[in-house]
C-alpha cells in the first residue's frame, strides 16, 4: 500500500514536472542571456571545419558588447538553448521527482508526529487509569472486608457483652430474690407462728397443770418476735444489699463461665485490633469531640472494672463535659453512681440517660432497681413496665417487675408477672421461687408446694427454697416431710436460726420435745436475741419436767 502510495505520489510530481517544462523553455532564453551576462565563458567556441575538427586553437575573442535593451536574440543562441534545456530534462525531472518525494514524505511524516504522539500519551494515560482503577477498586475491596470483620467482630463481643450483662443482672437479682426471700420468710413465719399460737393454745388449755397466764404471755411472745423478726429481716436485707454493691467487678466476673470468659477475652482483643485498623476512617467520619467524649467512656468502664468507680466517675463527668450529649457517659455515669450507693445522683443520671435514648430498656430497667432500693415502689413499677413496654421478651424484666408489685402488697399482678417469666424462661429457679412465695401469701399452699419443688428441682442449693417449703408442708400437716426439708435446709447452712426454730416447732407438733429444746437451743445459740426461740425452749422444758415429777408423784 505504501509503494503504491509513493509511486502515485512520483506519477503526480513527474505530471507535474512535464507541464512546467514548456514553461522553462518558454522562458529559458530569457534566463539564458541573463545568465550569459552574468557569467559568460572567457572563451569563444572554434568553428568547427568540415570535417567537425578545430583547425587550429582558437583565438581568445573579445568580450562581446552587452545587447541593446529590447534587441531580438540570434538565431543559433535561441537553437542552443533549446539543445541545452531538452538535453537537461530527464536529468532535472528525476532530480525534482526525488525532492518531491522526500518533501512529501517529509509532510506526511510532520503530518502524522502529533498523532503518533497523542496516540502515545492517549494509551499511556489510558495505562495509568487502569491501573489507578484496579487499585481504587483493590482498596475499596479490602475496605469492605475490614468492615466486615468489624461488624462480626462487634456483633460477636456484643452478644457475649449481652451474656456478660445477663450473668450480672442474673447475679444481682439472685441478691434481690434473697431480700424477697427474707420479706416472704418474714410472712410465712408470721402465718406459722400464728398457727403455731393456736396449736399451743389448743393443746396447753388442756393441760392443767400449765398455768392460764403462761398462754396469755405465749401470746404476747408472738407479737413481741415478730417485731423483733421485722427488724431482722430490714438489717440482714440492708446488708445483703451492701454485700453485693460493694463485691468488685473481678468477683462478679469469676460467676461466669471460664469459656465464656475466654471467648470474651478473645473478641474483645479481635475488636480492640479491628478498631486499630478502622481508626483513621471513624476518625474522619466522627467529629473531633464526639471522639474523644467516646473515648473517656471507654476509659471510665476499664477504670470501674478494674475496681476504681471513683476514677471511673471523674471519667465519665469529663466525657460528659466535652459531649453533653453522650449517651453512654450518661448511662455508665448511673451505673458507678448506683454501686456506690449514691442512689439519689444515680437516678438523676438515667433520668437523663432515658432522655437522650428513650427506646433504651436497660437504662429503664437500672433506674427500676434504684427507684426499688430507694423504697419508690410505684415509680420503680412505672420504669419496669416501660422497660417490659421496649422488651416484653426479657424474663428478667417480668420477674423484677413481680418482686416490685409483692412489695406493694399485689400479690395477684405480682403472680401473674412470675407467669409471664416463667413463660418466657423456664428454667428460671428464682422465678418459680417467687412464684410460690406468692402462692402462700396467697393461701394456696398446693400450688405453693409444686412451685417449691419446681424452683429445688432446677436449684437444690437454696436453703431457703427448702425452709418455705417446710412451712407450706407444715400447714398441709405433713409434718414428717416438713421435717425432712428443714433438715435439708440446715445442711445447706447451719447459720439460719429460723430454720433451727421452724424445726423446733414441728418437733413440738411430732410430740418429740427434747429434740425440740435441742433445735431451740440451736436458734438461740446462733442469735441470743432470739425471743420467740427462748420462750418455746421455756415451755417445753417446763412441760419435761413436770411430766417427770408427774411421773414420779405417780410411781
Known amino acids: 500500500m505504501s509503494s503504491s502510495r509513493s509511486n502515485l505520489g512520483g ?182 407462728a400464728e398457727q403455731e399460737l393456736g396449736q399451743f393454745q389448743s393443746k396447753l388449755a388442756g393441760d392443767r397443770r400449765v398455768a392460764r397466764h403462761q398462754i396469755a404471755e405465749l401470746e404476747k411472745e408472738f407479737i413481741s418476735n415478730m417485731q423483733i423478726l421485722a427488724g431482722q429481716a430490714e438489717r440482714q436485707k440492708a446488708q445483703l444489699i451492701a454485700d453485693f454493691t460493694h463485691k468488685a467487678p473481678q468477683e462478679l466476673l469469676g460467676l461466669i463461665q471460664p469459656q465464656i470468659q475466654q471467648e470474651l477475652r478473645t473478641l474483645v482483643e479481635q475488636l480492640v485490633a479491628l478498631q486499630m485498623q478502622q481508626m483513621p476512617i471513624a476518625a474522619a467520619a466522627m467529629p473531633a469531640s464526639a471522639n474523644s467524649a467516646n473515648n473517656m467512656a471507654d476509659r471510665a468502664e476499664q477504670l470501674f472494672r478494674s475496681g476504681d468507680p471513683e476514677g471511673a466517675l471523674a471519667a465519665y463527668d469529663q466525657a460528659i463535659d466535652q459531649q453533653p450529649d453522650c449517651y ?107 412464684r410460690a412465695n406468692a402462692l402462700a401469701r396467697l393461701q394456696r399452699p398446693q400450688e405453693a408446694l409444686q412451685s417449691y419443688d419446681r424452683a429445688i428441682e432446677l436449684n437444690d442449693q437454696n436453703a431457703s427454697a427448702w425452709h418455705n417449703r417446710g412451712i407450706v408442708l407444715t400447714q398441709l400437716g405433713n409434718c414428717e416431710a416438713a421435717l425432712q426439708s428443714y433438715d435439708r435446709a440446715i445442711d445447706l447452712d447451719r447459720n439460719d436460726a429460723e430454720v433451727w426454730y421452724s424445726r423446733g416447732n414441728v418437733l413440738v407438733r411430732l410430740d418429740c420435745y427434747p429434740e425440740a429444746i435441742d433445735s431451740y437451743n440451736q436458734a438461740i445459740a446462733l442469735n441470743p436475741q432470739h425471743d420467740r426461740a427462748q420462750r418455746n425452749q421455756a415451755l417445753v422444758s417446763d412441760r419435761l419436767t413436770q411430766e417427770a415429777n408427774a411421773l414420779q408423784t405417780a410411781g
Open 11 to 192: 506519477m503526480r510530481d513527474r505530471r507535474w514536472a512535464v507541464a512546467l517544462i514548456p514553461a522553462l523553455a518558454a522562458t529559458g532564453p530569457a534566463l539564458w542571456q541573463a545568465d550569459g551576462a552574468m557569467a559568460a565563458p572567457p572563451t569563444t567556441a572554434c568553428p568547427p571545419t568540415q570535417a567537425g575538427q578545430p583547425a587550429s586553437p582558437c583565438a581568445i575573442a573579445p568580450e562581446p558588447e552587452a545587447p541593446l535593451a529590447g534587441a531580438e536574440t540570434t538565431e543559433p543562441t535561441r537553437a542552443h538553448m533549446a539543445f541545452a534545456t531538452v538535453d537537461a530534462a530527464p536529468t532535472a525531472e528525476a532530480s525534482l521527482d526525488r525532492t518531491v518525494s522526500g518533501l512529501s514524505w517529509l509532510l506526511i511524516a510532520l503530518g502524522l508526529a502529533p498523532l503518533g504522539m497523542t496516540a502515545t500519551l492517549w494509551l499511556g494515560r489510558r495505562s495509568v487509569v487502569n491501573h489507578l482503577v484496579r487499585s481504587v477498586r483493590q482498596n475499596l475491596k479490602d475496605l469492605g472486608d475490614l468492615d466486615t470483620r468489624v461488624k462480626t467482630a462487634r456483633h460477636r463481643a456484643d452478644r457475649s457483652l449481652q451474656e456478660l450483662h445477663e450473668q450480672v443482672e442474673r447475679t444481682k437479682q439472685s441478691a434481690t430474690a434473697l431480700i424477697q426471700e427474707l420479706e416472704t420468710h418474714v410472712a410465712t413465719v408470721k402465718t406459722a
Open 328 to 434: 453512654a457517659a450518661w448511662w455508665g455515669k448511673g451505673v458507678v453512681l448506683e454501686a456506690l450507693q449514691r442512689y439519689p445522683a444515680a437516678i438523676a443520671a438515667y433520668d437523663r440517660a432515658v432522655r437522650l435514648k428513650p427506646d433504651s430498656y436497660e437504662s429503664w430497667h437500672n433506674r427500676g432497681l434504684v427507684l426499688m432500693r430507694l423504697g419508690k415502689l410505684e415509680e420503680a413499677a412505672t420504669s419496669y413496665q416501660q422497660a417490659i413496654g421496649l422488651n416484653p421478651n426479657n424474663p428478667d424484666l417480668w420477674l423484677h417487675q413481680g418482686l416490685t408489685l409483692s412489695k406493694l402488697q399485689q400479690i395477684e399482678p405480682a403472680l401473674q408477672a412470675y407467669n409471664q417469666a416463667i413463660s418466657l424462661n423456664p428454667a428460671s429457679h428464682e422465678a418459680w421461687y417467687n
